[in-house]
Nanobody, 129 residues
Framework: VQLQASGGGFVRAGDSLRLSCAAS????????MGWFRQAPGKERDFVAA????????NYADSVKGRFIISRDNAKNMVYLQMISLKPEDTAVYYC???????????????????????WGQGTLVTVSS
């Protein structure tokens, strides 16, 4: 599975932004799609994940109520709609895919970068105060 993230940019606090992730290759094996982010000097953190059907989602506490993850399997796309952005949301955002369906059955499976086998190149989001 190949992933290409886009949509990052420079915005002000309170603004909205939508990230997109285009998937290609063996997308049928991408049972779980996720977004992670990495701020300068920090570890890569989980942001949100969605199952193949799009019927189940999971969010980091820091983004609940502000970010929405969705996927369009017909277009092989995953989106991250972000509203009420804060300066602390500034990071490089990565989309990722996991091919182990059992990863959804545990918190670690959904949120650990180690559980995701495929990664995109990242897109930078900068939120000014």
């Amino acid at each position: 599975v190949q992933l290409q993230a886009s949509g990052g940019g420079f915005v002000r606090a309170g603004d909205s932004l939508r990230l997109s992730c285009a998937a290609s290759g063996r997308t049928s094996s991408a049972y779980v799609m996720g977004w992670f982010r990495q701020a300068p000097g920090k570890e890569r953190d989980f942001v949100a994940a969605v199952t193949w059907s799009g019927g189940s989602t999971n969010y980091a506490d820091s983004v609940k109520g502000r970010f929405i993850i969705s996927r369009d399997n017909a277009k092989n796309m995953v989106y991250l709609q972000m509203i009420s952005l804060k300066p602390e949301d500034t990071a490089v955002y990565y989309c990722a895919a996991g091919s182990n369906i059992r990863m959804w059955f545990s918190d670690r499976g959904k949120t650990s970068p180690d559980e995701y086998a495929y990664w995109g190149q990242g897109t930078l989001v900068t939120v000014s105060s």
